[in-house]
Each structure stands twice: as C-alpha cells, then as structure tokens.
C-alpha cells in the first residue's frame, strides 16, 4: 500500500514559479511510475505530467511542455513538480498520483493511489 500527501501549492503572480512535493508512503514507491494531475473548477481532471520508476522517462501535457518538469528522489521517497512561467490558467487543484506499472501512463484510472490535492492559484 502506498500513501501520498501532495503540498507546495499557493498563490502567485503570472510568470511565478512553484514546486509542488509529493511525499510518499510505502516501500514500494520507487516500482512505480508516477504523475500529476489537475482538475480547474468546472473542468474534468487532466494529466499534466508522468515520470517512470527511475525518474529517466518523462512525458507533460502539451500545456505544460517547457514550462514544468517533473522529477523524483527514490531515495526520498518524494516525487516533485518544478512549475515556472506559471499563467492564470494553470490555477487548479493539482494531485500526484501513483502506482502505475504502465510506461507513459496518461488516465487517472491507470494509477492507484492517489494525494489530497494541493491548490495553485495564478493570479493575473
């Protein structure tokens, strides 16, 4: 079993960065492939970005291309997001997500567990 707690979230101003964490339980954190998903207000929850087991694949969004990357420590247990050049529409709750064995991985059914959720608000 796996438990994620997501943190790092806040308020900033257009063109701002963040870094979301996501910490996790679980002596089987480093066999799975991971990601970040988040869910806008009035919007269906979209993938953003994925990482494989040993952090040497990774895949985003075409919204995000460029601007976040995802990377994790094994040994932290912790996988993170490092957000920059962040716009008003990137405002969401955003969740990590695990448990997946699936390279490349981009439906929230292909993960089984999954963190409380961290708000990210962008502000014009």
């Known amino acids: 079993q796996v438990q994620l707690v997501d943190s790092g979230g806040g308020l900033v101003q257009a063109g701002g960065s963040l870094r979301l964490s996501c910490a996790a339980s679980?002596?089987?954190?480093?066999?799975?492939?991971m990601g970040w998903f988040r869910q806008a207000p009035g919007k269906e929850r979209e993938f953003v970005a994925g990482?494989?087991?040993?952090?040497?694949?990774?895949y985003y969004a075409d919204s995000v291309k460029g601007r976040f990357t995802i990377s994790r420590d094994n040994a932290k247990n912790t996988m993170y997001l490092q957000m920059n050049s962040l716009n008003p529409e990137d405002t969401a709750v955003y969740y990590c997500?695990?448990?997946?064995?699936?390279?490349?991985?981009?439906?929230?059914?292909?993960?089984?567990?999954w963190g409380q959720g961290t708000q990210v608000t962008v502000s014009s």
């Open positions: 997500a695990g448990g997946s064995r699936l390279a490349g991985a981009r439906q929230d059914g292909q993960y089984n567990y």
């Open positions: 679980g002596r089987t954190f480093s066999t799975y492939a």
């Open positions: 990482i494989n087991w040993n952090g040497q694949f990774t």
